[in-house]
């Protein structure tokens, strides 16, 4: 089965049932796939690169996961998009955001 950041979980899962433990070995948060009742309401939600984010890893943790498994990767270009509000870095105009003012309304209110 080709596979890409946008394939569904479900997907994964009906072409095969050990992809639930190779997912759920990924990340602590994706462990919760290995719940019935869960996996049939998030998995045919829920896409490679969605559930990355779930899980605070990245897609090529899942690639590398899911292709020992008989998927075959497909490489959209998507995966290499920066995503601005991912960066670990504050802008420089973000500088003047760190001084605040502390007001005490407490006095006011008695």
Not at 3 to 16: G, V
Not at 55 to 77: E, K, T, Y
Not at 79 to 99: C, L, T, Y
């Amino acid at each position: 089965m080709r596979i890409n950041q946008h394939t569904k979980i479900s997907e994964l899962i009906s072409y095969n049932d050990l992809s639930i433990e190779a997912i759920a070995a990924i990340a602590k948060p994706l462990r919760k796939i290995r719940i019935p009742v869960l996996r049939r309401i998030l998995a045919p939600r829920v896409s490679i690169g969605e559930a990355a984010k779930i899980g605070g890893c990245s897609v090529a943790d899942f690639r590398a996961a899911l292709v020992p498994l008989g998927f075959i990767w497909m490489s959209d270009g998507a995966e290499k998009v920066n995503d601005p509000f991912d960066a670990a870095e504050r802008p420089s105009w973000m500088d003047d955001a760190a001084v605040t003012v502390v007001f005490d309304v407490r006095p006011l209110l008695e």
